[in-house]
């Protein structure tokens, strides 16, 4: 059967930084991805400042890739939508005027998750195919949250979500943040650090697993920073493995330069060099913490796992009809 003959999923994420899509369709539990994208719109830009009000300007520009995608959904054939969000529509003080809005311009309702649901739903996209019986912590940084999750392909033991994303962490600890000329300090850093320490108090200490580091395109992101990277054989998802130390040595390189001189130096998506270095420091510290041997870059993203949702509830409906 063509793949146009067969039902087409099409799940979209409204995350404080990024607006992410993907369309696919299902052969018993096996997905087929056929269209997908992670474009930034900056969402929850600048609402830490503004008493948590998403601002027009960023909720226009949502709207309008939401708009775009709506045209492919046509041009797939989609026959399931489902629109979601996460962190920053979650703890936004307009929401409902902002869910409104999304409503009134583009005809799709918004399903907001929270915290618990967004970290098992990224949890499902990143252990499709890691060895059994082993156990990971999974770490999916986001804009303004990050999801910490412990626990092997079979079982999720723990989780966690903490106020620690890189959009957070740069609007909250540098000094002329949306200045394009500013810069990162070593002391703005130790701030950073020392936030994230005591965060991260509650978590488990020392538990010698691998950290894998999501998440849409951090081995991507890695491969243009050209961070070495060694193979990583047990798993197709996760082909490489990455050291702590590299991670540090490229924070202590990029806060040398304004952010707009990193945008030019390191050509990857507009708008990501300005809190790579957060993202980083965020899973360093988390690597010594958990003392893990290694870190496993991943693009598993959470629109995955909503996908795999939502064709669960449609079996079961179908099982309950």
């Known amino acids: ?95 409902k005027a902002v869910v409104d809005k999304i409503k009134e311009r583009t005809g799709y309702e918004v399903e907001i998750i929270g915290p618990k649901e967004e970290g098992e739903l990224y949890f499902r996209a990143a252990v499709s195919d890691l060895p059994a019986h082993q156990n990971f912590v999974i770490a999916d940084i986001g804009g303004g949250s990050c999801q910490i999750l412990i626990g092997d392909k079979d079982r999720l033991v723990s989780d966690y979500s903490f106020k620690t994303g890189a959009l957070f962490l740069h609007e909250s600890f540098t000094t002329d943040p949306h200045n394009a000329q500013s810069l990162t300090s070593e002391q703005d850093l130790q701030k950073m650090r020392e936030y994230l320490i005591k965060e991260y108090s509650i978590l488990p200490v020392n538990l010698g697993f691998p950290l894998i580091y999501g998440s849409s395109n951090i081995i991507d992101l890695m491969k243009t920073l050209k961070i070495p990277l060694e193979p990583y054989p047990d798993s197709h998802d996760h082909p490489y493995k990455v050291q702590a130390a590299y991670l540090s040595n490229f924070i202590s390189e990029i806060i040398k330069f304004p952010y707009q001189t990193r945008e030019e130096k390191y050509p990857f998506q507009t708008g990501y060099m300005w809190g790579v270095d957060k993202s980083f420091l965020n899973i360093t510290t988390l690597a010594e913490r958990f003392a893990s041997p290694y870190i496993l870059p991943s693009n598993a993203n959470i629109v995955q796992g909503f996908l795999y949702k939502i064709k669960a509830e449609i079996d079961n409906k179908i099982i309950d009809s």
Do not use: W
Not at 23 to 34: I, W
Not at 77 to 92: E, G, S
């Open 1 to 95: 059967m063509l793949a146009d003959q067969k039902k087409i999923y099409a799940a979209i994420n409204i995350g404080t930084l990024k607006v992410k899509s993907l369309f696919a369709y299902f052969e018993g539990d096996e997905m087929t991805p056929l269209f997908q994208s992670n474009n930034l719109t900056c969402f929850g830009c600048g609402m830490f400042e503004h008493g948590n009000q998403i601002l027009d300007e960023n909720l226009a520009a949502t709207i309008k890739e939401i708009l775009l995608l709506k045209e492919k959904v046509k041009e797939y054939n989609c026959q399931i939508v489902r629109l979601f969000a996460t962190h920053a529509l979650r703890d936004a003080a307009n929401q």
